[in-house]
């Protein structure tokens, strides 16, 4: 049942979402869900749920739903993993870092990690993932970018290294196609439902790679590649592999944001330097500019600079997380004013924690939604420990 | 008279040694030349001062040697400017921070500032210098090359910098040669005598350079560029300008070096990147990828990186420098030793001081040079101050 809830859910709102995230790694999708169900989450996480499910929030409904999805990727011939299967990549619960600016700086949307993906390949993907580093960069390359990306992934899968990308033309098709050449493993990261493969014209080299690496997506099938899904599909390249290469970017470029996530994450962020002459390159040196960018000219340097942090791809560290550890400033503030024992309105505990009572009157359903606080009598005291 | 000491003993020697440039700035070119014609310092000086003389060392002998130089230059119709001169660039100075080791790191090799650089042009040279880029790379420079570097000194050119190189066939040459054609000021810092310019297939260049910006060299007349004097020579190019910016560069040149005395004198180094496949980028790459290298595209780049430093071109801080501020840790752990009144012999002033016999032996009588201490009777003690 966990399993249908997990897909439920993770279909329920767009990939990334941080409160939704938030309640399903505090409480587990079964109490996640049923908070979404009567509605102690935000109205638009109940609103965006609802309109997907097509009927009203209802447990059941929700694992129905799930259970109809996990039917389509049987018939479709692709699996769904979870946070809680075996191969799933426990390196994108670093994607809570950056989601919630343990790392200092906070990203500008939502990174939330995904729970779930659709997977199609004959790879364990924790293991496709273990090793392997992201090439992104410019759909409109040029012959040198094609040729750098090719070279690169080319000598990467050579040393046993995954080549994870994103499926687009240019930069991202030229580093798949060589791994696939070299007989290597490589990933493609879908900003789309996993049965349909944008772009079109890289139908065959989808197919390709769903036989002979891994085809993976964060949304249901049929879903669309919205603009926007390419910019949320990126951090989940980012947060796979040991390190992203960024090889070809004009000014304006959705792979620097890649390259962003792989800076906001701590891995290391890797430049392919160019031509100064060449708009395609003008990007990438904008990107050298930034403090903690690395040049990068060879396969020798990529794997020198990525090699180096191999054990930052290890689980999170699994000393207990305390309760309030990923609440927001916030919340962990309004919990400090929370009484234990006899229950106080939402101001008072705002003047006892130092809050606006609009902070707190925000906070306080939040809390009481992750199973921190209790709302008993318009006033709220601390939950006791399960 | 100390016009000709300086010019005197700055032919004595290959410029940048760090022993002579040491006792003239600690008591003037006077008591130095008469601490080298009394063999008060160490043989190898003695040695190669007596060889370039050409008779026997002393003190009117030095001075006729300047005086004749300072003949040879009229007739050549060139200046030679002196550390004690209005137009001397005191930016120069900042070369005894990395001939000491100030900044943590020893250079390779002795890179004292000149004492004396031979001039041709019509301006003040420490004008000229004021507002300066160094713009160098490789000699066997691509087309690719030899365009950005005369983008990027025509674009600084036009916006009042000077550029600074070393009058070499390919970076070098685009440089000086955009900066004339966009009628701005470029000075060539040659790595021999200023009679004789290197190499020959410039010499229209480095006749237009004389007239219209500045030619400089350390070496007196008809000194031919030893391999050696192009590595002597680069931390002028380094030490004169704001900042350095490496174009093209393989593997293994000449030009890097430059870049590395940037870097030692905490002055931007600037690294133009290029494609990865171009040999005669990879060593432009390499610099990218060490430890504070800045990658640079365009001249707004450059500018805005020299821009920051402009208040570093000032003169050093004037705060009265201790006399042994200026003496190798050895020497000035010796002096600790000394005593003040009753002379010790050399043996129990390293042991008060905690060195090896040896290094009292070898410190001691250049400290009695620098005039920290006395010889007294086998024996030494502090000098009185004078």
């Not at 094609?146 to 992934?153: C, F, K, Q, W």
């Not at 099938?221 to 290469?245: E, M, Q």
């Not at 705002?350 to 606006?356: D, I, L």
Request: charged content about 20%; overall charge neutral.
């Amino acid at each position: 049942m966990t399993r249908e809830l997990y897909v439920g859910l993770s279909a329920l709102v767009e990939p990334g979402n941080r409160e939704l995230g938030q309640i399903v790694r505090r409480v587990g999708p079964y109490v996640a869900a049923d908070a979404l169900c009567s509605e102690r989450v935000s109205e638009q996480l109940v609103g965006a749920a609802t309109t997907r499910l097509g009927e009203p929030l209802r447990l059941p409904a929700v694992e129905a739903f799930g259970a109809r999805l996990l039917d389509d990727a049987d018939r479709l011939g692709v699996r769904i993993v979870c946070p809680d299967d075996e191969e799933w990549p426990s390196q994108l619960a670093h994607l809570v870092r950056i989601s919630r600016g343990y790392t200092g700086q906070v990203a500008d949307r939502d990174t939330d990690p995904p729970l779930a993906l659709w997977v199609r390949g004959p790879h364990r993907l924790d293991h496709a993932l273990a090793r392997s580093v992201a090439i992104v960069g410019a759909r409109a390359a040029t012959g040198y970018g094609n040729y750098v990306a090719g070279d690169l992934a080319h000598g990467l899968a050579e040393s046993g290294w995954t080549v994870v990308s994103g499926g687009a033309l240019g930069i991202d098709g030229a580093a798949h196609r060589a791994a696939l050449a070299t007989g290597g493993v490589t990933v493609a990261v879908l900003a789309c439902g996993i049965n349909r493969p944008y772009p079109v014209s890289h139908t065959g080299m989808f197919e390709r790679i769903g036989e002979e690496g891994l085809v993976i997506s964060e949304w249901p099938p049929d879903a669309p590649p919205y603009k926007l899904r390419f910019l949320i599909r990126n951090r989940v390249i980012a947060a796979s592999s040991a390190g992203t290469v960024l090889v070809e970017a004009a000014h304006r470029s959705g792979a620097r944001q890649t390259l962003g996530r792989a800076r906001l994450l701590g891995r290391p962020a890797l430049v392919v330097p160019g031509p100064v002459t060449s708009a395609m390159s003008a990007g990438c040196h904008e990107e050298l500019r930034i403090e903690g960018a690395r040049a990068v000219a060879s396969v020798a340097h990529v794997i020198e600079e990525v090699g180096r942090i191999g054990t930052d791809l290890a689980p999170l560290p699994s000393t207990p997380e305390r309760p309030h550890d990923r609440l927001d400033p916030t919340s962990r503030q309004v919990l400090e004013g929370v009484p234990i024992r006899k229950p106080l309105p939402a101001e008072e505990i705002a003047a006892a924690a130092g809050v606006s009572g609009r902070d707190a009157r925000r906070s306080l359903p939040m809390l009481v939604a992750l199973g921190h606080v209790e709302a008993i009598d318009q006033g709220y005291r601390l939950a006791r420990p399960a």
